[in-house]
């Protein structure tokens, strides 16, 4: 790993330490909304969870449980809901994809997590479905920072699931049934978009589209403007595109030619192909600079 990596991986684990910071006194303020970067829509919690899916509640930080970091979980029922069913599930989620157990009970997944949160141990067994069967330790407003503190941990290993080849294979079924929706450019006809993260860096920016076609970036729609920008990074609509290029059927792009009664105006007398002109002729003194 090459220094200005490490550099970039120790900023963020900072940053991250500060954001979950921001969570917990959230939670802790009196009469106040607790600020969340998944959508604030979901309304989830994780007592509606826990009675959904009938898991029992563990003990807290008190009573560190080892079988958080064990890497396995005999205890696991495929057929009961899991936190990850249930996470998607909710209204505002709907651009997240279901993070593979087999990932989530890997510990390599979780490097560099365990010092950022202040009940790393119950998060985990809460996104991992472990069943703990000790007497609960916490009080309510504990069980509010817990239930924040494991959306926060799905939304990052989520950014680290879609880069592998199961994560990308289960955002391209999301991709192919529009469910990133479409580009809004109308002359994109519709073309499927790939939700994008501006930074890698937690709380610096929030979730994007990317359109294949016109490669532009645009403003998801109403509903999923809090969605973290690192819980789905930058590198994920790149190396989709170049995983399956074969979905991206690039058309014969078009663009807007302003008309007067049908005709089309002369370009010494349109500001619009003035405009063009002038950043053709910028764009091609870069390229010339820059060789």
């Known amino acids: 790993m090459s220094k200005s990596t490490k550099q970039k991986e120790t900023q963020n684990i900072e940053t991250l330490k500060k954001r979950i910071e921001q969570l917990s006194v959230g939670v802790q303020k009196e009469g106040q909304s607790t600020t969340s970067s998944i959508a604030t829509s979901t309304g989830s919690s994780y007592s509606s969870y826990s009675s959904r899916s009938s898991f029992s509640s ?12 064990s890497g396995s979980d005999p205890k696991f029922d495929e057929n009961t809901e899991s936190y990850s069913q249930y996470f998607c599930s909710l209204k505002g989620n709907e651009f997240f994809c279901h993070i593979d157990h087999s990932f989530l009970i890997d510990n390599f997944n979780f490097h560099g997590m365990p010092d950022c949160f202040k009940y790393y141990e119950k998060a985990v067994e809460i996104i991992r479905d472990q069943e703990n069967q ?9 069980f509010e920072i817990i239930d924040k503190e494991a ?9 680290r699931f879609i880069v592998t080849q199961r994560g990308l294979e289960a955002m391209r079924e999301k991709y192919l049934n529009k469910e990133f929706g479409v580009c809004p450019r109308t002359f994109c006809n519709s073309f499927p978009v790939l939700p994008i993260g501006i930074s890698d860096t937690h709380s610096q920016s929030t979730i994007k589209i990317f359109c294949p076609q016109c490669k532009k ?3 998801p729609p109403r509903g999923y403007y809090d969605i973290d920008s690192a819980f789905f990074g930058s590198t994920f609509p790149n190396l989709f595109i170049n995983t399956f290029p074969e979905l ?17 105006i002369h370009p010494s007398f349109n500001w619009y192909y003035k405009i063009k002109t002038k950043q053709l002729e910028k764009n091609e003194k870069t390229v010339n600079e820059n060789k």
């Open 151 to 159: 959306e926060f941990l799905y939304g990052i290993l989520h950014a």
């Open 217 to 219: 970036v645009y403003f």
């Open 134 to 142: 000790k007497e609960e330790n916490f009080t309510e407003k504990q």
């Open 58 to 69: 563990s003990s807290g930080i008190e009573n560190k449980d080892d079988s958080s970091n």
């Open 248 to 264: 991206i059927k690039i058309i014969q792009k078009k663009d807007y030619k302003p008309k007067i009664f049908g005709f089309d």
